[in-house]
């Protein structure tokens, strides 16, 4: 697969087989997840790894108690409160992209780091989907614990991944917002 390839057919999967991602797999995609770019080459990244159903379980739960009292649409309350129901749907592996406190703009490398994690799994043919509901509970000092992120590291990405039933068809995008486009003018 090109990367452009790769680019235009990564989609957001959310519906995975039970098959889980070998460990030598989960090593390549953080080794390309490293690959990226960071502000003053701080590379400020570390990753949890999860391929335990219990813990996933538990911080799905965790979430959904943290959401409770939030103001949401009767739409996504349904969603998040079925029995049954994970944030991390039926993933089998989820891998958090932490920030550690060094260099200028830690969350943001870690962001460049998780699309390569994301693009060259597409490349293996997993699927992934970035799971922002789960920011909250992964900022809940047990739930680091638990994860072993140290107190002062941010859970800035967190990506589930496993073997997709399907890949989504790859859906449109709005034209892009061009604010402007200055060139100058040639003598
Ligand atoms: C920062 C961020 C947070 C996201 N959080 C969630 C989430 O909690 N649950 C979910 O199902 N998808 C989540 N997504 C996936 C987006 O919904 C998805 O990327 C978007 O709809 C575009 O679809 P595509 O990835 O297939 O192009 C998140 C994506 C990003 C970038």
Redesign the pocket.
């Known amino acids: 697969m090109t990367t452009q390839e790769a680019i235009y057919s990564?989609?957001?999967v959310?519906d995975f087989k039970d098959e889980l991602i070998p460990e030598s797999i989960l090593h390549d995609l953080i080794d390309a997840a490293i690959q990226a770019p960071s502000a003053i080459n701080a590379q400020p990244w570390a990753f949890v790894v999860v391929q335990d159903k219990a813990i996933l379980d538990h911080i799905s739960r965790r979430t959904r108690d943290l959401m409770e009292a939030q103001p949401m649409s009767e739409e996504l309350r349904a969603k998040v409160f079925k029995p049954g129901w994970s944030?991390f749907y039926n993933a089998t592996t989820l891998i958090v992209v932490c920030a550690r406190p060094e260099g200028s703009h830690p969350e943001w490398d870690c962001c460049l780091a998780a699309e390569n994690l994301l693009l060259a799994a597409r490349d293996m043919a997993i699927g992934g989907?970035?799971?922002?509901?789960?920011w909250a509970a992964l900022a809940l000092p047990d739930v680091k614990e638990l994860l072993g992120i140290p107190e002062s590291y941010d859970a800035v990405m967190p990506i589930i991944l496993g073997y997709p039933r399907e890949f989504?068809a790859p859906?449109g995008r709005r034209s892009p917002e061009i604010l402007s486009w200055k060139v100058a003018a040639r003598a």
């Open positions: 990564r989609r957001a959310r944030i989907c970035i799971i922002g509901f789960a989504p859906t």
